[in-house]
């Protein structure tokens, strides 16, 4: 399978770092706002930083709400970042309440701040819990670049691939049939975070092993 790696262009910073991360491993990257190009991906990235209501919000200004939710319905490879993974749930308690994408069944929460530095910045570990392409090669307990003050937590625990301890224990790594995310910055996370990269390129021209091809909105 060939093509452009389609990174969503929503108005957030950080996507010429995804696009350089994803042209080091050997992959196609387009950063693009145009709706059009989302039919033409081999594989999805939906980046980002920054506010659940403002991604949303871009979203849909952009047209590009329905066009992700229909890559994803179709069973084809996506891989959220930071509010990329956050964006993918049903909703954010951020700003007083923000509707999300509804992709994964589960809410948003803002991090306790009990004695803790928030948002949570810097490098921090992730425990994998279950194989999967993505982490192969990748030791559990390795470390990645957390940017963010808001944490996922899913109505279905058997999303969660990787766990992070910061606080509370939540998902730092989601994972249902062609859905994948990170809530740290694969881009930011040095040759671990590559390794991401290159695993999920890897995936999504492999096909995706059986048992991961079904669209996650299925």
């Known amino acids: 399978m060939s093509g452009p790696v389609v990174i969503v262009d ?6 010429r770092s995804v696009a350089r991360a994803i042209a080091h491993v050997d992959g196609t990257p387009v950063v693009s706002s145009d709706p059009d190009d989302i039919d033409t991906a081999v594989a999805l990235i939906l980046p980002g930083v920054g506010a659940a209501a403002d991604t949303m919000s871009n979203l849909r200004s952009r047209g590009l709400i329905e066009p992700i939710l229909r890559y ?31 992709v994964f069944p589960g809410k948003i929460l803002r991090f306790p701040g009990q004695g803790l530095k928030v948002p949570h910045m810097g490098w921090n570990n992730a425990e994998w819990v279950r194989e999967h392409p993505l982490i192969e090669g990748i030791p559990s307990g390795s470390s990645f670049y957390f940017v963010h003050s808001f944490y996922p937590s899913p109505s279905d625990p058997g999303l969660a691939l990787g766990m992070t301890e910061y606080g509370v224990r939540f998902p730092s790594v989601v994972a249902r049939d062609n859905v994948l995310a990170t809530q740290f910055h694969p881009e930011k996370s040095g040759d671990n975070g590559l390794r991401i990269y290159a695993n999920f390129l890897r995936w999504a021209r492999n096909g995706m092993p059986a048992g991961e091809s079904r669209s996650a909105l299925a």
């Not at 929503?10 to 996507?15: C, D, E, I, K, T």
């Open 10 to 15: 929503y108005g957030a910073g950080n996507l």
């Open 72 to 102: 994803i319905e179709q069973g084809r490879p996506f891989l959220g970042v930071c509010m990329g993974l956050q964006a993918l749930f049903e909703w954010s308690e951020e700003g007083g309440g923000q509707e999300c994408l509804g």
